[in-house]
């Protein structure tokens, strides 16, 4: 089942990159992880400028989810003149999350 989610969560990200930007434009960049285990909070990690580089969620892994309190997220997103990655950690016992963005040049 994770295996499949990854699966289907790489060819959705593959799709949008591609119908964004003209596929005579873009080129594979980089493929960032990021990962929080067993404490609330958000861990984040910088990637490339969005000027010239198109990132996307490629993996979203969850595990020990087995209370209605806990929460996990995997985030992309643009600050400033960068991408950001984020890993989100709700009120936790034990549960964590891992995630992974793929970036591609766009000229």
């Known amino acids: 089942m994770t295996i ?19 596929a005579s434009a873009v080129s594979y960049d980089s493929v960032h992880y990021l990962n929080r285990y067993n404490t609330a909070g958000t861990s984040t990690s910088i990637l490339p400028p969005h000027g010239n580089h198109f990132c996307a969620l490629t ?11 806990e929460q996990a997220r995997c985030t992309v997103r643009r600050s400033g003149t960068v991408w950001i ?16 963005a793929t970036c591609f040049n766009n000229w």
Request: charged letters at 25%; hydrophobic letters at 40%; a positive charge.
């Open 4 to 22: 499949k989610r990854k699966t289907i969560a790489s060819t959705i990200a593959a799709v949008l990159a591609f119908s964004a930007l003209g």
């Open 59 to 69: 993996r979203v892994g969850v595990r020990e989810t087995d209370t209605s309190t």
């Open 85 to 100: 990655l984020e890993a989100y950690l709700g009120r936790s016992s034990d549960n964590d999350v891992f995630c992974a």
